[in-house]
């Protein structure tokens, strides 16, 4: 008798292997696209800073600090100082937060502190985003329509314009 091969071998067939070729274009393309839409995207940032904790003592300076703190209640704005000689509340004005008015305030303070560019923003946790930026924009920036106000250059003596109103926001009373 011949000897029989085992049909098993002879009709296995070779597997075929995954083409991935069209997955790589995709996923390429897909990043491609991602970077060319990053590319549009604008992203604004409000510098401000966080109170930090040191060992270290400030330099000693000749005139006490304003410290002056906005603090954002139910009521309104709660305005005061470290020096103890402001304290006033802007309410609100038909349920919304009186900008308008903390502005014109503010005003008055910077002319009367010059050269104090410091402000401590605490607003509550429930306040919104958006809120939070248009407060932030009436405690930093002078508008056109404020009084021009003039300060000494205290390296040249030459007198300049005031730009800003209270440039550094510093947070504070974050954890409630």
Same mark, same amino acid.
């Given at each position: @008798? =011949?000897? *029989? ?10 597997? #075929? ?14 990043? %491609?696209?991602?970077? @060319? ?5 604008? $992203? ?10 040191? =060992? =270290? ?6 005139? *006490? ?12 704005? +709660? ?9 006033? $509340?802007?309410?609100? =004005?038909?349920? #919304?937060?009186?900008? +308008?008015?903390?502005?014109? *305030? ?7 502190? $010059?050269? +104090?560019?410091?402000?401590?923003? /605490?607003?509550?946790? &429930?306040? /919104?985003?958006?809120? $939070?930026?248009? @407060? ?5 920036? @002078?508008?056109?329509?404020? &009084? ?14 005031? *730009? +800003? ?5 510093? %947070? ?5």
């Amino acid at each position: @008798m =011949a000897y *029989k091969q085992p049909t098993r071998r002879k009709n296995q067939r070779d597997r #075929e292997t995954l083409n991935l070729i069209p997955i790589l274009d995709s996923v390429f393309i897909f990043l %491609f696209f991602l970077l @060319m839409s990053s590319q549009f995207l604008k $992203i604004y940032e409000i510098g401000s800073d966080i109170p930090i904790l040191s =060992a =270290a003592n400030p330099p000693p300076s000749k005139e *006490k600090p304003l410290g002056l703190t906005v603090e954002v209640t139910t009521k309104g704005f +709660e305005v005061s100082t470290s020096r103890g000689n402001i304290n006033f $509340i802007v309410p609100k =004005a038909g349920g #919304e937060y009186d900008l +308008e008015t903390l502005h014109s *305030k503010l005003v008055g303070i910077k002319k009367a502190n $010059i050269y +104090e560019n410091q402000v401590i923003f /605490e607003p509550q946790v &429930d306040v /919104e985003y958006q809120q $939070i930026i248009n @407060m932030m924009d009436a405690m930093r920036t @002078m508008r056109n329509s404020d &009084d021009l106000l003039t300060r000494k250059n205290k390296k040249t003596g030459i007198d300049e314009v005031v *730009k +800003e109103l209270f440039n550094k926001i510093v %947070f504070g009373n974050l954890m409630s």
